[in-house]
Every structure is written in C-alpha cells, then in structure tokens.
C-alpha cells in the first residue's frame, strides 16, 4: 500500500467513528449506557429498534419526512428543468440578474425566515402539511437544481435541438423523449441533491409542522426532552436516518464528483 | 452560442414563481416588522430605523457577530486545506474510489439535528467515545457542557466532520479533470511535486475551490441546527452563533421588530461577503 | 543528441499476459540514428503511444530494454532521460508567462539565471513567440500553446530526442502546414532526433526521413516514404499509405504470376512460401486502361483534383485504378493492365514474392 493513501483512510475513520459510536449505542441497553463505557455492545438488543417499528409516533416521523422530501424532490426538478433548458439555451432581458438572485436564496440563513415562513403558511392554511415543508424547502433547493441541471445542459450541443426541430419534433415532444435522456446523469445529480438538502434540513421543518406532518427529528427532539436519558432510542433512531441518505448515494456513487463540479457561480 | 429569445421568460416563470412565493413574501414581511413596534394585538406602530441603530449598537449582536466571523474564520482555515490534501491523495480511478467517495459523502447526508445528537453522544464524559478516551485515556479535563473551549472545540471538529468532505468532493472532481498529459509533461520538465501542486493543480481546481469557499463561507455562516443540538449556545453565550441568537430573540422572546432588523442585517452581511470573495476570486480571470 | 535503440521491447498492459494477444505491444527491435527524424504511424490503439511512453519512459515496458547512445536507460525516470515530448493537446502552465513556460524546465535542473534568459531567449526567436514573452500562456491561440509545449522541449541543450505524440489534433487545417514546416525547420537547426506519432500518412511522410508502420501492436514495416509506397511489406501498409490505398485482390498464387477472377497476372518475381491466403497487392496508380488485358466493368468515377480515381468491377471482385485524364465513363467496359514490377503477391498479409533482381 502507498504511502499517500493513508491520509484518505484515515479521514475516513475520523468520519466513520462518530458513525460507529451511534450505531453501537442503539443496539445497547439503556442500563449499559448508563453504567459505564463499552466499546461494543454487551448486551445486544433490538429493543430499541422495535419501538420505533412499533410506535406510530416514531414511524411516523420517518414517513412524513419521506413524503415531504419527495414531494420537494419532485416538484423542485420539475419546475427546475424548463428553467435551467432557458438559462442553457436563450439570452434573456435580465438573465443573468434572475440567475444571480436565485442563487441569492441559497444564501438566506433559514433561522431568518423560520417566522416568515410560518404566518405565511399559516394564513393560506398549509400549516402542518406535507405541502408546506416541500414548498419551503424549494427555496434552497430549486436554486441549486436549476444551476446543477443548466450546467449539464450547457454540455449538450445545440445542434441536437436544432436536429429534432428539422426532423419535425414538436417541443414538448424533443424534451421528453430526445432531451431528457440525455441529461439523465444531471436530473439524477439535482434529485440527489434535492433530497439530500431537503433531508437534512431541520429548522424549516421543524417550524412548519406540529402533528400531522411531523418529521422525524422534531420527534427525536421531543422524545430526548421528555423522556429524559433515552439515549438508546435516540440513537437507533439516529441511525434510521442515516440509512435513506446512504441508499441515494450509492446510486449516484458515479456522478456525485461531476454533480460537484457543475455550473458556474 | 445561445440565442436571444424573450419567450424563454416563460420556461423560468414557474422557478420565478414558486421562489418569488417563498422568498419575497417573507422578506416582506420581515422588511415590515424592521421598521414597526407592536405590543400584541396586532397593533403596529412606525418604528422607522429605529431597530436597526438598536440591534448594531447591542453588545450582545456585536459579541454573537464576533463569534460567528470566528466561527466561519476557523471553519474554512481548517476545512479548505484539509479538503485539499484529501482530494490530493485520493486515488484516481479504481475499485476504492467509489467506496470512498460514498463514504465521504455519508456525514453531508445526515439530517442536521440527528449530527448535533451523534456529536452530543459521542462526546458525552464517561459514556460517549471522545469524552471516555479523552477525560479517562487521556486525562484531560473534558466536558463541553461545563468549558467554553471544550464547547468551541466540539463545534469546530463537529463542522470539520460534517463539512469537509464537500471540499474534498468539489476538489476532486477538479483534480481528475486535469488530463494525464499534464503530469507527464511536469515529469518529463522535472517539475518537483510541489511544482506539480503549484502550477497544476492548484490552477485547475480553482473554480471548484471557488465553489468550495463560497459553499463553505455560506453554510458555515448561517449554521444553526447542529450547534443549537449539541450546546445550546451554551455553555453561557460561548457558542451563541448569530443564527441561534436570532432564534433566540424571534421564537424565544417573541420581539419581532429587533429579530426582523437582525434578520437584515444578517442577510446584507451574508450577500456582501459572499460578493467580496467570489470578485477576490475571480478577479484574475477577468484581466 | 543520441542514437535510440529499442532491444526485443515488449509492453502489456496486464500483470500476467498469457498469449500474444494480450501485448499491446509485441516484439519490437529498431534502431534509430542520431538526429534522424523518425515517424510512427499507424491507427488509433495501435500500440504507438505505448512506445512512446516507454520511450520517454512514463511506462516501463514489461520486456526489453531501451538504449541512448548503448546507455541502458530501461529503469530511468523520464526527467533523467534528457527526452522532450509534445503531446497532443498542449500542455502549458496556465500561470506563467510565457517566457517562464519556456523556463521552467532549466528552472527544475538549476540552470543558472543567465543561461537560462540566453537559451529562453534563443528559443523564442527559433520559434517567432518573442514578442510574446511577457503575455500570460493562458490566453494563447492553440498553435502557439502548441509551440510553446515544443518549446519547452528544445529549450534543453542536453535533450536526447524530442517525441511528438500526435501534435498537430487540435490546430486549425491553416494552420498545420505552418506549425508542420516550423517543425521540419527546427529539426534542421537543432540536429535533435526527432520521433513523431501520427496516424495522419501525409504527417507522417513529410516529416520523416523514416517511417515505422505499425498495427495492433506490431512493426510491419520501417522503411522510407518511398519505400513503403513502392514496396509494401504488408497488404496493411499498402491500404494504409496512399489514396486510394493499395488494391488487395483475392487470388492464387502460380510461380510468377498470380490468377486473379481467372486472369493471369505475371507478377514482379516468384512467389515464395505456401498455403494461407494469397492475395494479390497493386496500387491504383500502376494499373492502366488499354486495347487489351483485364476486362473490367467501370461503376464510378470520382474526380479528386489531381486525377480520376475510377471504380471498376473485374467479375465480382472491385478494384481501383488512377486515370490521369480521359477517364472513361461510369457503366462502360474497359481492359485493365496491371504493371508487372510493381504486382505482388501477399500471404496472410505478409509480401510473398522475391523482389527483382535489379
């Protein structure tokens, strides 16, 4: 082994162990925790994983977090992908001040619209919906999708749009069946990252919901204040949401360094 | 190259739209009660800048603003070089690239309050990894509950851990752009591999460590949910960043006309450096 | 300046190779004189830029050795080789400036300053980039990146050979012949050996005094521009340099002469070898329309400028031939006449007849 690749796998372990230590305390029991320090667990149990499957409050955290983050992944492509064909293909009276200004959203501390945000929502009665955690969370999100998806489209020659026109494609027909299979690896890296910031944002979520639509973490919240030292639940549930994020990337493992890379600033 | 077309206003109404929905209503909004006093019950009285002379001179916006300059100062001295050295010894291509992009990615992909309660875990005296192997291996005195360092320390090595794998990624996906033909000819020159660094590398990633600076200098400027699990801003204001100071002052003590005033402010501080950095950057492209 | 030798050099690209076909590279033994210019030709994945690389020594091959000048450099690293090589998209340090392009590789060997400003200096004016000196290489059209790249090659008075890896790709159609004939200049000023990798003929036979053909892997002839139009030694050759390439004809192979769709063909000497396939190598431009001979159905005639090139069917065979003018018309029937000295027969793609005593 090299040298040189020592430093990677030592990151990697920096990155892993916290990774670890939550996994291993959520297949302790509480009286283990408590106790004193072990690196594995003594006692193996599942008892904390079977509450969660078990009680809906918890599961249905997770759930209403899925369904707001598809929601917001979908509806965030969707309205991105017209958006970034315009930025990639025409010049525009104010392009590129209506490039900036999305882009400025992005740089909006959430803390800063957390109140905003819940009057708004609350005065169209969307308070508590799957709708208005998706709605909210495209602020961040279809800036980025728009910027992602335009730098994959600028990579496409134009000649292949002028191509299908002469060939008698309408529109709508060339960007669903000749344009958007071109641009797959882009529309999977916007979704990844659509649902990666949608996923793990937390005080917009938080903010927008209170029963209905809870998600997970203002569940994990609640349950760590109230029921005081339940460090083992805390964790296996932790660990549930570790899992979602790690299944979506292992599918894009192949594109995520480009995804990086895309666009312009 | 692209072509002058006003009809393309209707492909991006929907984003204007959606967008326009989400940030301007609330910017509004906020504008709204920057410049009004209310005492409940809906009344509002004209405050005119009122809030704002308020929220600049207050020590306690001043020491929050301070904290975060320091914050986000440390943040990106460790995370950028860090990330660099990373990316620079990763391997190019193979069966382990892959395996280690996903597990670099896997912190980034954890929701932000679940990373405040695995660090709170993990660093928890007697119980958590860090605080068992530092207090009982070590002996030294840890307990971020208790010692503002300890505190700053967690936070850092916390952001560290959540944030610098994004540099890593951004840089490497500039690195393996650089054809093969580049390294050779630095070899066939004898180009030492500093050099190679100096006058190959570093040039090449310089837009994505454009985005790296800028990513980071955002996100790190406007953290909240991660600090606010693990310390609370605690203990005292130590860790009191100007997000959760925010918070604080809106949904804790409910006065919203100095909250929307540093709301403002937050925000023109965020634009303005995030403008002075990307024109520093980019300047040399430009001449 | 040095002689090249390349000594029973074989290259794969595997751990353990098993066969033939797993080189990329089989069996190659050449030498190249001191200050030649030389030129490898041949398709994409050929197995040319493997030699190179070994050459320069960015790959060390998996059998042989390499020798400058009977010095075994086989275990060198490339910038103890004293080699210069272009490659095909220009590498310059977007950086610098052009001068300190030109000086960066003195700069590693700790040349010192007044040196080095003489020979950045020489260099910029051999290569008309002196009133460029002080710009920045970034914004440099790609000819001239492409010269500075050379550039940075000759600027070493030590250099043993200066390689070229297909160096001409991305530079305009005007603009080659120039960069094209700058190279053949400098050639002449600075005496290095010079190798070219191409798989351009025209490149490739303007700029070497010799040429080595090769295909998958393998030298199939090394020879000078003349000789590998006149007398290939391989139907791939033939086919490979020329335009038209070389008419390879399915035939049977009888002494000296070869029958072709029940033609007899008398060749330039007997045939040598036996079984295999036999195919019988002519070139366009040595078979002519007469009274007599070969008869033979014209379905095209195309004209490329200079002459015709005209496509005719002998039975159910097609064949080419070159009409200087008067080319006959598309559908009528003509006699063809293959030149005897320059008929050959190939077996299995190699040359199979004695060469004429002169």
Redesign the interface.
């Known amino acids: 082994m090299k040298k040189r690749s020592l430093i990677p796998i030592l990151y990697i372990a920096f990155l892993m162990l916290p990774i670890y230590w939550l996994v291993a305390m959520s297949f302790k029991t509480t009286n283990e925790i408590l106790s004193g320090f072990s690196l594995f667990p003594q006692t193996f149990t599942l008892e904390n994983y079977v509450t969660i499957f078990t009680d809906p409050t918890w599961y249905w955290g997770y759930i209403n977090s899925i369904i707001y983050v598809t929601i917001n992944t979908v509806l965030s492509v969707c309205v991105a992908l017209p958006a970034a064909y315009a930025f990639s293909r025409y010049r525009f009276l104010g392009d590129k001040q209506l490039f900036f200004w999305l882009l400025t959203n992005r740089m909006a501390p959430a803390a800063v619209f957390a109140l905003p945000f819940f009057q708004l929502y609350s005065s169209i009665h969307l308070f508590d919906t799957y709708l208005a955690v998706a709605l909210a969370h495209t602020l961040f999100n279809v800036p980025l999708a728009v910027w992602i998806l335009e730098g994959f489209m600028r990579g496409i020659p134009k000649e292949l749009d002028e191509t299908a026109y002469v060939d008698g494609y309408s529109f709508p027909r060339f960007f669903v069946t000749i344009f958007l299979p071109n641009i797959k690896a882009g529309v999977g890296v916007a979704a990844f990252f659509c649902f990666m910031f949608s996923w793990v944002e937390m005080l917009l979520a938080k903010t927008l919901t209170a029963v209905e639509a809870k998600p997970i973490a203002a569940v994990m919240t609640r349950t760590a204040s109230s029921a005081g030292y339940e460090l083992g639940l805390l964790a296996a549930a932790g660990t549930l949401t570790i899992i979602p994020g790690a299944i979506v990337i292992w599918f894009v493992r192949n594109y995520i360094a480009r995804g990086f890379a895309m666009g312009r600033v | 190259m692209r072509t002058e077309n006003q009809k393309a206003w209707f492909f991006v109404l929907p984003v204007l739209a959606l967008v326009a929905f989400n940030a301007l209503v609330p910017m509004m909004t906020v504008v709204n009660y920057s410049v009004q006093e209310t005492f409940g019950n809906n009344q509002f009285f004209w405050e005119g800048l009122g809030w704002f002379e308020q929220i600049l001179r207050s020590d306690r916006f001043q020491a929050a603003l301070g904290r975060q300059f320091l914050f986000t100062f440390l943040i990106l001295l460790i995370e950028v070089p860090l990330g660099i050295i990373v990316a620079l010894s990763m391997p190019r291509k193979g069966f382990w690239v892959p395996v280690c992009l996903v597990l670099m990615a896997l912190p980034m992909l954890i929701p932000w309050n679940v990373v405040g309660s695995m660090w709170n875990i993990f660093t928890l005296p007697k119980i958590g990894l860090m605080g068992y192997f530092l207090n009982d291996v070590l002996g030294i005195n840890y307990d971020m509950t208790q010692q503002p360092l300890s505190a700053w320390i967690t936070v850092i090595v916390m952001d560290v851990w959540h944030w610098t794998s994004l540099v890593v990624l951004l840089c490497y996906a500039g690195l393996v752009s650089i054809p093969d033909a580049y390294y050779q000819a630095a070899k066939i020159d004898g180009a030492s591999p500093w050099s190679v660094f100096r006058y190959i590398q570093l040039p090449k990633m310089k837009t994505v460590l454009t985005i790296a600076v800028l990513l980071r200098f955002m996100d790190s400027f406007n953290i909240y949910t991660e600090p606010f699990v693990l310390t609370g801003g605690g203990p005292g204001n130590s860790t009191t960043l100007l997000s959760i100071d925010l918070v604080k002052i809106a949904l804790g003590q409910f006065d919203l006309g100095p909250a929307a005033a540093m709301s403002l402010i937050y925000f023109a501080i965020t634009l303005l450096v995030s403008w002075v950095f990307y024109t520093l950057m980019t300047k040399d492209d430009a001449q | 300046m040095a002689q090249i030798k390349l000594s029973n050099l074989r290259h794969s690209y595997m751990p353990a190779p098993k066969g033939p076909e797993d080189y990329a590279l089989k069996e190659i033994d050449v030498t190249w004189r001191d200050g030649g210019a030389y030129a490898l030709l041949g398709p994409s994945g050929c197995g040319k830029s493997t030699l190179l ?1 070994i050459i ?3 790959l060390t091959p998996s059998e042989g050795r390499i020798l400058f000048d009977d010095q075994d450099v086989t275990a060198l ?3 103890q080789r004293n ?3 272009v ?3 220009p ?1 310059i ?4 400036t052009v001068g300190e392009n030109l000086a ?2 003195l700069k ?2 700790g040349v010192d300053a007044a040196t080095i400003k003489r020979r950045v200096d020489e260099i910029a004016e051999m290569l008309d980039v002196t009133d460029m000196l002080n710009t920045r290489a970034s914004g440099l059209s790609p000819d001239n990146k492409q010269k500075i ?1 050379m550039g ?2 000759l600027v070493r008075d030590d250099v043993n050979a200066v390689m070229f890896d297909e160096p001409l790709t991305v530079i305009d159609p005007h603009l080659k012949w120039k960069l094209r004939s700058k190279l053949k200049e400098l050639h002449q000023r600075v005496k290095a050996t010079m190798i070219y990798v191409t798989h351009d003929q025209t490149e490739a036979l303007t700029f070497a005094d010799e040429v080595v053909v090769m295909q998958e892997g393998e030298v199939v002839q090394i020879g000078t521009p003349v000789d590998l139009f006149e007398r290939p030694q391989h139907t791939f050759v033939g086919h490979f340099i020329g335009s038209p390439g070389m008419n390879v004809l399915p035939c049977e192979a009888k002494g000296d002469r070869a029958i072709f769709e029940g033609h007899e063909v008398l060749l330039e000497g007997t045939t040598n070898g036996e079984g295999g396939r036999t195919d019988l190598g002519i070139r366009p431009e040595y078979i002519s329309f007469g009274e007599t001979g070969i008869p033979a159905h014209v379905t095209k005639v195309s004209d490329v400028g200079r002459h015709f090139v005209v496509s005719a069917m002998v039975g159910n065979t097609a064949v080419k031939a070159v009409a200087e003018h008067n080319a006959p018309d598309p559908g009528s029937h003509v006699y063809l006449n293959f030149k005897a000295e320059q008929s050959r027969v190939y077996r299995d793609g190699w040359i199979a007849t004695e060469e004429r005593a002169q």
């Open positions: 690389n320069s020594g960015l690293p490339p910038d080699i210069a090589q490659f095909q998209f590498v340090y977007d950086t610098m960066f590789p590693n060997r790249s940075r090659g």
